[in-house]
């Protein structure tokens, strides 16, 4: 029997897309692959040279994993140290920055305070290990993104690359998480490519997993977060199918009103590499 080709969602290119079914909110109507609009930096390390940018919108900043790296790691930059964690932790405290639940914080509207979400991509133990006392120390808010069919278990997705696999927080240690004040979303069943799927494959990622961990958890999972930010028009309508009120990427840039809730940027944390250093000590005039 001919084997009958599977159409892939693989355009990422195409900016400026409208929803086939817009939401009923018109502002959401509009769906823009994110684009950097950071003078900046593309990674978050300190508060310093983000201070005045972070208060002209909405900053998120994404986690993967906190505290040491163990040996033969090939993505450094996805480990936060437990020092680290705290340092940037204190310095959004000291500068007035609060962390509301995610339904009060969007859409992104102007706020009389500074404003941050802090996001996990994944549900790694050692994110919750390591940053649920420092976020109960500084009294911050954070959401993880949970892989739905591979709580429990490890990072199954990063084997093909050779990376080492991390235990995954299980059913209690995220009732933990959500005890503590912390909230959940959904980062598909299985963390695959979905630009790279079938048109029914990719639906059954977003919308079981969102289904399974309602049924798991009974809280009510209506954020969103791509794996690898990997986006397009059809996906992104799948997303607004299956309910989500939005949807998180892994492109760098502050959310303003205008920008879509299906795209929202974030910036990746990590500690400062010899090139980010340098980058942050050029002339000011340079980073324009």
Same mark, same amino acid.
């Given at each position: 029997?001919?084997?009958?080709?599977?159409?892939?969602?693989?355009?990422?290119?195409?900016?400026?897309?409208?929803?086939?079914?817009?939401?009923?909110?018109?502002?959401?109507?509009?769906?823009?692959?994110?684009?950097?609009?950071?003078?900046?930096?593309?990674?978050?390390?300190?508060?310093?040279?983000?201070?005045?940018?972070?208060?002209?919108?909405?900053?998120?900043?994404?986690?993967?994993?906190?505290?040491?790296?163990?040996?033969?790691?090939?993505?450094?930059?996805?480990?936060?140290?437990?020092?680290?964690?705290?340092?940037?932790?204190?310095?959004?405290?000291?500068?007035?920055?609060?962390?509301?639940?995610?339904?009060?914080?969007?859409?992104?509207?102007?706020?009389?305070?500074?404003?941050?979400?802090?996001?996990?991509?994944?549900?790694?133990?050692?994110?919750?290990?390591?940053?649920?006392?420092?976020?109960? %120390?500084? !009294? /911050?808010?954070?959401?993880?993104?949970?892989?739905?069919?591979?709580? =429990?278990?490890? &990072? @199954?997705?990063? $084997?093909?690359?050779?990376?080492?696999?991390?235990?995954?927080?299980?059913?209690?240690?995220?009732?933990?998480?959500?005890?503590?004040?912390?909230?959940?979303?959904?980062?598909?069943?299985?963390?695959?490519?979905?630009?790279?799927?079938?048109?029914?494959?990719?639906?059954?990622?977003?919308?079981?997993?969102?289904?399974?961990? %309602?049924? !798991? /958890?009974?809280?009510?999972?209506?954020?969103?977060?791509?794996?690898? =930010?990997?986006? &397009? @028009?059809?996906? $992104?309508?799948?997303?607004?199918?299956?309910?989500?009120?939005?949807?998180?990427?892994?492109?760098?840039?502050?959310?303003?009103?205008?920008?879509?809730?299906?795209?929202?940027?974030?910036?990746?944390?990590?500690?400062?590499?010899?090139?980010?250093?340098?980058?942050?000590?050029?002339?000011?005039?340079?980073?324009?």
């Amino acid at each position: 029997m001919r084997r009958e080709e599977v159409p892939k969602f693989n355009d990422r290119k195409t900016c400026n897309l409208q929803l086939a079914t817009p939401p009923s909110n018109s502002q959401l109507s509009t769906f823009s692959l994110p684009r950097y609009n950071n003078p900046v930096s593309t990674y978050y390390h300190s508060l310093a040279p983000f201070r005045e940018l972070f208060r002209t919108g909405m900053p998120v900043l994404m986690y993967h994993k906190l505290g040491p790296r163990p040996r033969g790691v090939r993505l450094k930059g996805l480990y936060v140290a437990e020092k680290l964690f705290a340092r940037q932790l204190a310095e959004l405290r000291d500068a007035g920055f609060v962390t509301p639940p995610l339904d009060q914080a969007l859409p992104v509207t102007k706020r009389s305070a500074p404003t941050v979400l802090l996001t996990f991509d994944d549900g790694f133990v050692n994110a919750l290990r390591y940053g649920l006392p420092l976020l109960d %120390e500084f !009294k /911050f808010r954070a959401v993880q993104f949970l892989v739905a069919d591979r709580i =429990g278990g490890i &990072n @199954e997705w990063d $084997r093909p690359k050779g990376e080492v696999m991390e235990p995954l927080m299980d059913d209690a240690q995220i009732r933990d998480w959500l005890a503590a004040g912390h909230e959940i979303g959904s980062h598909t069943c299985t963390h695959p490519f979905l630009t790279q799927l079938s048109p029914a494959q990719a639906r059954e990622e977003i919308t079981a997993s969102r289904k399974k961990l %309602e049924d !798991k /958890f009974g809280r009510p999972v209506e954020h969103f977060c791509y794996p690898y =930010g990997d986006c &397009n @028009e059809a996906v $992104r309508d799948l997303i607004v199918a299956a309910g989500y009120k939005t949807a998180f990427t892994t492109e760098a840039g502050v959310n303003t009103p205008a920008d879509s809730p299906f795209a929202l940027k974030r910036y990746m944390a990590r500690y400062p590499s010899r090139n980010l250093k340098s980058f942050w000590t050029q002339p000011r005039a340079r980073m324009r």
